[in-house]
């Protein structure tokens, strides 16, 4: 059995496998996403227009995931880990 097979075996999804979930579009058409590969837990904040976000989608043959629903503790309270680096705008760091 080569390496590249033993890998395989160990990622659900396979190396090639791309994936962009939409976070938001802003009021200047700009694009708000997440690209991740092989792992969709594992992504990039990006910013795009909306013709290159297209294209991007396009070129990547990426699979689009759902929203996800915003994570909160038992108390409605947001956890300290759902932060998000479009979050340090609203936010006055000391």
């Known amino acids: 059995m ?4 033993i890998l395989e075996d160990y990622r659900p999804h396979g190396c090639h496998a791309r994936f962009v979930r939409l976070r938001g579009e802003r009021g200047n058409g700009f694009v708000e996403f997440e690209f ?3 792992e969709p837990e594992l ?4 910013i795009l227009n909306r013709e290159s976000f297209e294209e991007f989608c ?8 759902s929203p996800l629903a915003a994570h909160s ?9 759902d932060w998000r680096l479009a979050d340090a705008t609203k936010t006055r760091f000391k």
Do not use: Q, Y
């Open 43 to 46: 992504f990039v904040e990006l």
């Open 73 to 81: 503790s038992e108390d409605g309270e947001r956890s300290e880990w």
């Open 58 to 65: 396009a070129t990547n043959k990426v699979e689009v995931l």
């Open 36 to 38: 991740a590969i092989g």
């Open 2 to 5: 080569a390496p590249e097979d």
